[in-house]
């Protein structure tokens, strides 16, 4: 298991940016997938980035070219820079870490996220 604390998020009006970070208490090192997902109100769960151990990057369909994932293994931390924010991107904001293949999920508090048109 690994604690995982985000922050970042806030208030930004339509086409804005945000940068997400996501703090872990031990080295991202060797943790399987680091991931992103989000929560709209009303709505489920969705992943929206991963990146793995390896360094391999992965977005849902509705942020690709806006968002990106990152890692920096030296700070613990995993960041998603958000570009070009839609009003559609509000929501909370969690942090997932998964740090073996089939293994379960760490999960952060979140972060609120809202876009203004």
């Known amino acids: 298991q690994v604690q995982l604390v985000e922050s970042g998020g806030g208030l930004v009006q339509a086409g804005g940016s945000l940068r997400l970070s996501c703090a872990a208490s031990r080295s991202i090192f060797t943790i399987y997938t680091m991931n992103w997902y989000r929560q709209a109100p009303g709505k489920q769960r969705e992943s929206v980035a991963t990146i793995t151990s390896r360094g391999s990057t992965g977005y849902a369909d509705s942020v690709k070219g806006r968002f990106t994932i990152s890692r920096d293994n030296a700070k613990n931390t995993v960041y998603l820079q958000m570009n070009s924010l839609k009003p559609e991107d509000t929501g909370v904001y969690y942090c997932?870490?998964?740090?073996?293949?089939?293994?379960?999920?760490?999960w952060g508090q979140g972060t609120q996220v809202t876009v203004s048109s």
């Open positions: 997932n870490a998964v740090v073996t293949p089939g293994g379960d999920a760490s």
